[in-house]
């Protein structure tokens, strides 16, 4: 099986977006790829295989492919599709809330994750007027990819980040039952996003999912890779990594300010994710800028 490059797809200055058009999709084979994608069906009609499963596209789909997921496309009929690729560890997916909306973690994390136990059944269906406007983000994020100009790179994940909030926003408003059984999970990750700074139980979330709890856990370390409360103590360490590289608070200030109530637990759970104590991260993130 292929496995597509960044390198063979992603510009020589390694800027990580792309906007590839298929008007028509032509015969690939079988093939993965080292970076995402977000596929956009704006005409004609196909199969989508995953070398196990294969699902019936039209036009309005739209899904994420991660990266080393196999795929290809069969039975084109004028198959035409936009694929933006894009590598999310070199784009700032957690800016501002994004992470809040219940239909990003839907759309880039569970659907793909879940795809063959929904039968594609949960993936998201643009209506013509959402077709339109995701067509329209796209065409302004080609523009600046073309062109290069001088600030592109801003515009070009600004209209990226645009595109993916959007596509979230319709998602959140999905209505088949495979769709808003992710949303359920996805408002439990969302308010692990949220207020990952406060008191959150198990049971709250559990409550919140709509799940038996040995499902709620089962279906989130399966999508998300660890357990909800390994994920919202991995979070709040991320928090305290920002903080403690940008602002002179105290140790014991900042394990408070994420959502710890007591420091020497943070420093625990700090070193055991970071291998380093605070202390020495915040110096080793303060000579690095000043070596900078």
């Given at each position: 099986m292929q496995v597509l490059k960044k390198q063979d797809w992603f510009h020589q200055d390694g800027f990580p977006i792309?906007?590839?058009?298929?008007?028509?999709?032509?015969?690939?084979?079988?093939?993965?790829?080292?970076?995402?994608?977000?596929v956009i069906i704006t005409g004609g009609k196909g199969e989508h295989i995953t070398g196990e499963?294969?699902?019936e596209l039209c036009t309005g789909d739209t899904f994420v492919i991660g990266p080393t997921r196999p795929h290809d496309y069969l039975n084109m009929d004028q198959l035409r599709l936009i694929n933006v690729l894009f590598d999310a560890n070199d784009?700032?997916?957690?800016?501002?809330?994004?992470?809040?909306?219940?239909?990003?973690?839907?759309l880039f994390t569970l659907e793909p994750a879940w795809r063959?136990?929904?039968?594609?059944?949960?993936?998201?269906?643009?209506?013509?007027?959402?077709l339109v406007h995701a067509i329209h983000l796209v065409d302004q994020l080609d523009q600046e990819l073309s062109s290069r100009s001088c600030g592109f790179g801003v515009m070009a994940t600004t209209t990226f980040?645009?595109?993916?909030?959007?596509?979230?926003?319709?998602?959140?408003k999905s209505r088949s039952p495979q769709s808003k059984s992710l949303l359920r999970i996805a408002e439990a990750i969302s308010l692990i996003e949220?207020?990952?700074?406060?008191?959150i139980t198990l049971d709250e979330l559990v409550e919140i999912s709509g799940m038996s709890r040995r499902n709620f856990l089962r279906a989130f370390e399966a999508t998300m890779g660890c357990p909800p409360i390994a994920y919202l103590i991995r979070l709040r360490v991320r928090q305290a990594c920002k903080l403690l590289s940008q602002t002179d608070k105290t140790i014991t200030e900042i394990a408070f300010d994420v959502g710890f109530s007591d420091s020497n637990y943070f420093s625990r759970q700090f070193r055991a994710l970071m291998k380093s104590s605070p202390r020495k991260y915040r110096s080793s993130q303060r000579f690095e800028r000043a070596a900078t």
């Open positions: 792309v906007v590839e058009r298929r008007d028509p999709q032509d015969p690939f084979g079988l093939h993965s790829h080292e970076f995402s994608e977000i499963d294969s699902y784009l700032p997916m957690t800016l501002s809330d994004l992470h809040s909306l219940p239909g990003y973690h839907a063959k136990r929904h039968g594609f059944n949960s993936r998201l269906q643009l209506s013509p007027p959402e980040l645009q595109l993916a909030t959007f596509l979230s926003r319709c998602y959140s949220r207020h990952y700074a406060d008191p």
